[in-house]
């Protein structure tokens, strides 16, 4: 019996070291962290645009909020060290300061585009962190997802497709080593720990947001989505007429709000399911535009649409790509 039970798990260690494996190293098409990098570079870019509004205010050294202020604040509420250096601490109402703006702004469409992919990630992330750094009470949902989806997307081979490396670098033998280096190389392997540690993330924080609702009385009354249309400075539109439809804007309003809360805390079940996958990521696009048109947060919505790419295979979007030529040094796997 002790034998034969120990068989049994043996097995089932060997079989789920398999799955793991398969999970995490499987040799996976590059396409999909590609089309993810063109959009977050994207993102990345209108994220700086829109910071830019407020750069003299909030970022510069000597804004209303300097950097002592908010090393006291994070005192006040941290409970311990934090290490949280940015470069714009140093940086005051200047010509200097709108340079290096900009220079932010140019790296993320320089990853969008993947030109130097790799090296122009890193120099978005960086800029990105130094803003949020600076001032991280102002900081809102956004940031933390554009964070990790750069960060993943530099361990990608990013720029395998679809940029300019490609072209540059992609099809060299003789270049193959900077090709490495700057996101252009065909690597499978790499490709799919990329997205798998993109998909466990997301549906981590997909937890985390359904999770942190249900610590809001209104979520649980289901009054909180009449409170974000209630808002008038960030509503886009005002939908506030629906409390005169009676019980029916009630019913509506209750429904809507648990609808985004019970889809939040299943996105991190189904997703991994077959059958729940496709249901989740088209019930993603209901959800995100209708958080758009409530709150008005139209980049942290089309950030997270984004995001979902992330679960979508290579198929879906090679019809609407040409299809490079191999080079011979891409496993066939790969170009599966």
């Known amino acids: 019996?002790?034998?034969?039970?120990?068989?049994?798990?043996?097995?089932?260690?060997?079989?789920?070291?398999?799955k793991w494996n398969r999970f995490w190293f499987a040799p996976a098409n590059p396409l999909p962290v590609c089309v993810l990098r063109i959009f977050v570079g994207?993102?990345?870019?209108?994220?700086?645009?829109?910071?830019?509004?407020?750069?003299?205010?909030?970022?510069?050294?000597?804004?209303?909020?300097?950097?002592?202020?908010?090393?006291?604040?994070?005192?006040?509420?941290?409970?311990?060290?934090?290490?949280?250096?940015?470069?714009?601490?140093?940086?005051?109402?200047?010509?200097a300061l709108v340079v290096i703006h900009v220079l932010a702004i140019?790296?993320?469409?320089?990853?969008?585009?993947?030109?130097?992919?790799r090296i122009s990630g890193l120099l978005t992330l960086a800029a990105l962190l130094a803003y949020i750094h600076r001032l991280p009470q102002i900081a809102g949902h956004v940031e933390p997802v554009l964070s990790f989806l750069i960060f993943y997307l530099c361990i990608a081979p990013s720029g395998a497709r679809l940029s300019l490396d490609w072209r540059?670098?992609?099809?060299?033998?003789?270049?193959?080593?900077?090709?490495?280096i700057v996101g252009s190389s065909d690597a499978p392997e790499v490709a799919n720990v990329a997205l798998r540690l993109t998909q466990?993330?997301?549906?981590?924080?997909?937890?985390?947001?359904?999770?942190?609702?249900?610590?809001?009385?209104a979520w649980w009354e289901g009054s909180a989505v009449w409170i974000l249309l209630a808002q008038t400075q960030s509503r886009p539109v005002d939908l506030t007429g629906i409390r005169r439809w009676g019980q029916i804007g009630e019913?509506?309003?209750?429904?809507?709000?648990?609808?985004?809360?019970?889809?939040?805390?299943?996105?991190?079940?189904?997703?991994?399911?077959?059958?729940?996958?496709p249901i989740v990521l088209w019930l993603s696009v209901l959800i995100w535009v209708s958080v758009i048109i409530a709150t008005g947060h139209v980049l942290f919505g089309l950030t997270m649409l984004a995001a979902n790419a992330a679960f979508l295979p290579a198929a879906v979007f090679e019809p609407f790509v040409r299809r490079p030529r191999v080079p011979e040094t891409l496993p066939a796997a790969a170009a599966a």
């Open 251 to 277: 019913y509506l309003i209750n429904f809507w709000t648990h609808g985004i809360v019970y889809f939040e805390l299943a996105f991190g079940i189904l997703i991994w399911t077959r059958i729940g996958r």
């Open 42 to 95: 994207m993102l990345a870019a209108a994220h700086f645009l829109e910071l830019g509004q407020g750069l003299n205010v909030w970022y510069a050294s000597d804004g209303v909020v300097p950097p002592a202020a908010v090393r006291r604040l994070l005192d006040l509420t941290s409970s311990g060290v934090e290490y949280r250096y940015s470069y714009l601490d140093g940086l005051p109402v200047s010509s």
């Open 1 to 18: 019996m002790a034998t034969g039970a120990k068989t049994d798990f043996t097995e089932l260690a060997e079989d789920f070291g398999q």
């Open 106 to 117: 140019l790296a993320s469409l320089a990853f969008a585009l993947g030109l130097l992919t």
């Open 168 to 180: 540059l670098f992609g099809s060299s033998k003789s270049k193959a080593t900077l090709a490495w």
């Open 200 to 217: 466990v993330h997301l549906a981590m924080f997909y937890a985390m947001m359904g999770l942190t609702k249900l610590y809001g009385d």
